[in-house]
Nanobody, 119 residues
């Protein structure tokens, strides 16, 4: 298992920046992948960015070139640097971790942090 604690959300004007943090309760190298999802009101939760334990990254097309996922293994923390924020980025952002046990993948979620971008 793993506990995930997010921080860094808030209110920002369009064009601004925020950095989200997700602290894991275990070594991030023991986690198959970690990522960020978001869910806007009335919409499904969607992948924003993810990073595997090997360092490969994946981004939603809507955030490519604006958002960057990174990690600090010494702090067991994954970050999401968000630049050029737009009102459509407004959502609750959730940290996700995928742990593999045997042939099963287990998903764990943080509590979510609100990001609001004003126009």
């Amino acid at each position: 298992q793993v506990q995930l604690v997010e921080s860094g959300g808030g209110l920002v004007q369009a064009g601004g920046s925020l950095r989200l943090s997700c602290a894991a309760s275990r070594s991030i190298f023991s986690i198959r992948a970690m990522g960020w999802y978001r869910q806007a009101p009335g919409k499904q939760r969607e992948l924003v960015a993810a990073m595997t334990s090997g360092g490969s990254t994946n981004y939603a097309d809507s955030v490519k070139g604006r958002f960057t996922i990174s990690r600090d293994s010494a702090k067991n923390t994954v970050y999401l640097q968000m630049n050029g924020l737009q009102p459509e980025d407004t959502a609750v952002y959730y940290c996700n971790a995928v742990i593999v046990r045997g042939e099963m993948n287990y998903n764990y979620w943080g509590q979510g942090t609100q990001v609001t971008v004003s126009s």
